[in-house]
């Protein structure tokens, strides 16, 4: 590790290298058939990023698009770039297939297709569920194990600055950079390069240039340069850590999101230059777990959860939420949503978040196979590079509903010694994420004893207040993990006001339930519209489709109190706790508005 110290240069200028932009309109043909031979006819037109649904017999989506490359690329390669396709995707450059790029999203060279100075034609193929593609073991396994809902488009989720064609180097090239930082001992940075040669090179030096963030996010007054000694480089890929102090630059934290863009470029021996990565925005900050508390930048920090009760991140924001989530970590999560969009809101505003990773579950393949393994890695690899530089993300999250353990037992949650790593794709994941990310807590939705804290669905049906504290208050003193209340409800769910829960026929017993606290209030309060809604003739199809709280003021009262008592108690103790109310057609806005009251 190559360490120096800290100095600030005026400002240089800015080299990038030269692209294209693929975003907008391409045209189109869909097909009731899968085959590598591209259609003769375009008559149909698709905005790319974007995804298209398939509807009836439809088999395969082909894109065509033409553009001129620069006569001045002639001397250098060109690259293909795309984001996340779905579910993947074939490459054709005038009539040839260049290659293949899965779910996770890379590049590829193309060097030896295109024709500088003159017009290429570029051709995307998709396939139904990955069809007529090269996929791993890993997304044919699990694509096969999605519902059938979910599997019906294809296309492009990336956004449009992740589509392009690059000119590169022919000698060298940046193909990665991780801006890792700490704060712990002294703050500082710890770029990770990741660099390709096609021949070897010898005394071979990296400058990385820092640079605040001017107008409109464009990168303003470079703060920081260092050179670095690399050496001699190999050819193929090689990877190459250095560190330099940061005591003079604003960290990211919660609510004071600082943020600056850096940029390695690459030197040879007499001073010249190789190479230039692209420009990458990134926070300086550091974020651990030890015991059972949360640490920010050298402080203990209370995290408060909200998912979904607020319109926006910055209304969330404002109403004293510092951490959030978008999507639980199904298996195909990462095969059908992109939410980095949304995790750029984040790093801008101060806000943390956790991440999906790439999920395992229940019908996922078997972990233990090599091919399936080493496609998981890939998927891992390419899913975890194009994240790690958001500041925001505080966790990864791996699993839901799946790796198990007891999550309700307060003398078991929060204890290192209920650890446990006989969960084959519990372990494993961890396992793989921890390879490319070192400096986040994991963890697995209702889970515990795997990861790097436990979490529950918990549900406080019924329970007095003082077991709830009672609760709470073990595991917060004498844990030695960090829980989570990843779902929480403060008061008892809708189905749990009913009587024969699992034997039907059901019976509404929420008028008995509420005389627990109101007595015989709750029989007088009882309207015609509650008892016509309590006392059904026709059975319902499923018991979540009883939901009596738009038929009761007195019950949503109780809720609200409920919930009030709870969350402030999990408040009280540190625990992250993200309040789940449940919306219907009756009562959502009560009890949102109620929820929202609580936080």
């Not at 779910?103 to 570029?122: F, K, M, R």
């Not at 607020?310 to 951490?323: D, P, Q, Y």
């Not at 008995?512 to 309590?534: K, T």
């Not at 009596?548 to 999990?570: C, N, V």
């Amino acid at each position: 590790l190559l360490l120096c110290t800290f100095s600030a240069l005026a400002q240089s200028s800015l080299i990038e290298r030269p692209r294209l932009p693929l975003d907008g309109k391409w045209k189109a043909c869909a097909m009731d058939q899968v085959t590598d031979v591209p259609p003769e006819s375009w008559t149909e037109s698709q905005d790319l990023p974007g995804r298209r649904g398939l509807s009836g017999n439809t088999k395969a989506l082909w894109v065509k698009r033409v553009l001129t490359i620069p006569v001045s690329w002639q001397s250098s390669l060109t690259f293909l770039h795309i984001d996340h396709p779905l579910f993947a995707t074939n490459v054709y450059i005038n009539g040839k297939q260049a290659g293949s790029i899965l779910g996770y999203g890379g590049e590829i060279d193309i060097s030896d297709a295109v024709l500088p100075g003159q017009e290429n034609e570029i051709i995307l193929f998709f396939g139904k569920d990955g069809a007529g593609t090269e996929l791993d073991a890993w997304s044919e396994n699990v694509i096969k194990k999605m519902q059938e809902d979910r599997r019906q488009a294809v296309g492009l989720l990336g956004n449009k600055d992740s589509f392009y064609l690059e000119s590169r180097p022919s000698s060298v090239w940046v193909s990665d950079v991780w801006y890792r930082t700490r704060t712990r001992a002294f703050t500082r940075i710890e770029p990770q390069v990741t660099l390709v040669a096609s021949q070897p090179l010898i005394n071979v030096k990296a400058r990385v240039a820092l640079y605040e963030l001017g107008g409109d996010d464009t990168p303003g007054k470079q703060v920081v340069s260092h050179e670095f000694p690399l050496g001699d480089l190999p050819v193929g890929e090689s990877v190459h850590e250095v560190a330099f102090s940061a005591k003079d630059l604003k960290l990211w934290d919660l609510r004071e999101p600082n943020l600056y863009y850096g940029q390695v470029v690459l030197l040879d021996t007499e001073g010249k230059v190789l190479d230039h990565s692209p420009l990458t925005r990134f926070g300086i900050r550091d974020f651990w777990v030890a015991g059972n508390r949360y640490y920010l930048n050298n402080r203990q920090v209370y995290l408060t959860l909200d998912a979904y009760l607020h319109a926006s991140l910055e209304e969330a924001l404002k109403a004293g939420i510092t951490l959030t989530y978008t999507k639980h970590a199904a298996t195909d999560a990462t095969f059908i949503e992109n939410s980095e969009s949304y995790i750029s809101t984040c790093d801008k505003i101060g806000m943390g978040h956790i991440a999906y990773g790439v999920g395992v579950g229940y019908g996922m393949p078997d972990i233990t196979k090599s091919a399936n393994r080493e496609g998981y890695r890939a998927w891992v690899n390419g899913w975890i590079r194009r994240l790690r530089n958001h500041p925001s993300i505080l966790f990864w999250v791996l699993s839901t509903n799946f790796a198990g353990g007891d999550t309700h037992t307060p003398t078991v949650i929060g204890k290192s010694k209920h650890l446990r790593w006989d969960h084959i794709a519990a372990t494993v994941s961890v396992e793989e994420h921890r390879q490319l990310d070192d400096t986040r807590p994991l963890f697995h939705h209702q889970a515990s004893g795997t990861g790097d804290l436990d979490t529950g669905n918990v549900y406080f049906n019924h329970i007095p207040m003082q077991e709830v504290d009672e609760w709470l208050s073990e595991t917060a003193t004498n844990g030695d993990r960090p829980f989570m209340a990843i779902e929480f409800s403060g008061a008892p769910l809708a189905v749990d006001y009913i009587k024969n829960l699992g034997d039907p026929p059901r019976v509404s017993y929420a008028t008995e339930f509420m005389a627990r606290l109101a007595g015989d209030e709750a029989y007088l309060r009882e309207s015609n519209d509650y008892l016509n809604y309590a006392n059904y003739t026709t059975p319902r199809v499923a018991m979540w489709s009883y939901i009596p709280f738009g038929y009761s003021d007195l019950l949503i009262e109780q809720q609200i109190k409920a919930h009030t008592r709870t969350y402030r108690s999990m408040r009280y103790w540190g625990v992250p706790t993200d309040l789940w109310v449940f919306p219907s057609t009756r009562q959502h806005d009560a009890r949102t508005r109620a929820a929202k009251d609580i936080l």
